[in-house]
């Protein structure tokens, strides 16, 4: 499911097929910051996210950050004819993907959108390098895009994909897992209303549109905004078979 902040384009991406999901995260421009783009970041997830499907889909056992490294490179293609590609605040988004292969659910996380994963234990994947750079100012964030020592994103540089986390988990034992979008990660990450074992719960016995209702109810009532008031929202869960 994904509902998009009020009032805007959803700039989030979901997409899943047999055995795999992907979801992306576009993150939103800056007021008055020249991406060097005539695309916004809705653009660029879905044609970054379609190619991850369309390759998912070939079920080829390519490595995700391959597969991911391939669909910016054809992405960037795509406009860079029209396009500043050198621009460091050129349209990006993260990357979280999920598949399975054999006896084995393997995981890939490119920046801040979490996976969640219950092996009768809550595992939770999820590149937090965004929440630890020296300087979170309009050029602070622009140095630490995209370069060492900073975060790492999907945006016009197919090597940013190896920058991104991944591992796998025996399917033996894997009971449940969710796929978000840091707007629908907010009650446990920005709220503090329940914890991760709380959100797969919730998910499992009333779903993603519940889970929805309850952020949006969270902003609308939050007093202090820090960053964005709504953000769009979008949760995949999975059931595995015991």
Not at 24 to 49: E, K, M, Y
Request: charge should be negative; glycine fraction near 10%.
């Amino acid at each position: 499911m994904s509902v998009a902040t009020p009032g805007r384009e959803n700039e989030d991406f979901v997409a899943a097929g047999p055995g795999w999901v992907v979801l992306l995260d576009g993150a939103t421009a800056p007021q008055g910051v020249d991406s060097g783009c005539r695309h916004d970041p809705a653009w660029l997830v879905r044609r970054l996210g379609g190619r991850i499907a369309a390759l998912l889909a070939l079920e080829d056992g390519k490595p995700l950050p391959d597969l991911v490294a391939e669909a910016i490179k054809v992405t960037g293609e795509a406009h860079t004819e029209t396009c500043d590609l050198g621009n460091p605040d050129s349209p990006s988004a993260t990357v979280s993907l999920l598949r399975r292969r054999g006896g084995a659910v393997e995981w890939y996380v490119l920046a801040d959108s979490p996976i969640v994963v219950d092996v009768g234990e809550i595992r939770v994947f999820r590149d937090d390098r965004v929440d630890h750079l020296p300087s979170y100012t309009l050029e602070g964030v622009r140095r630490s895009r995209n370069s060492p020592g900073g975060f790492w994103v999907a945006s016009t540089r197919p090597e940013a994909a190896y920058e991104g986390l991944t591992g796998e988990v025996p399917v033996e034992g894997l009971r449940r897992a969710a796929v978000l979008s840091d707007g629908a990660s907010r009650l446990v990450e920005r709220f503090g209303q329940m914890g991760w074992g709380d959100l797969l719960r919730l998910l499992d016995e009333e779903g993603p549109r519940e889970l929805v209702r309850r952020t949006r109810a969270a902003e609308a009532a939050a007093t202090a905004a820090r960053g964005k008031r709504y953000d769009d929202a979008t949760a995949v869960f999975v059931r595995f078979d015991t």
